[in-house]
């Protein structure tokens, strides 16, 4: 299976840049959340406001990304 992507270039330059660059984009969503939001949550000492804060932060970061698939 084939899959082809076609821009009229230059009118369409933006899109190509970000359809170019979409892995790149993803793996930083992807290493934000692992790095920053998920270990906050599993292991750091959290009063119960910021657990929830945190918690409610990583439940629309997720949903925000739902579309793109698993991070």
């Known amino acids: 299976m084939k899959a ?3 821009f009229n270039l230059p009118d369409e330059q933006d899109e ?3 359809h170019m660059k979409a892995y790149t ?3 930083a ?3 934000f ?3 920053s939001i998920r270990p906050r949550i599993k292991y750091a000492e959290l009063s119960d ?3 929830r804060l945190i918690s409610a932060i ?3 970061f997720r949903a925000a990304v739902a ?3 698993d991070l």
């Open 4 to 6: 082809i992507l076609e």
């Open 16 to 18: 190509f840049n970000t």
């Open 25 to 27: 984009y993803r793996m």
């Open 67 to 69: 579309d793109c698939g």
């Open 58 to 60: 990583a439940d629309e």
């Open 33 to 35: 959340y692992n790095t």
């Open 49 to 51: 406001v910021e657990h």
């Open 29 to 31: 969503l992807s290493d």
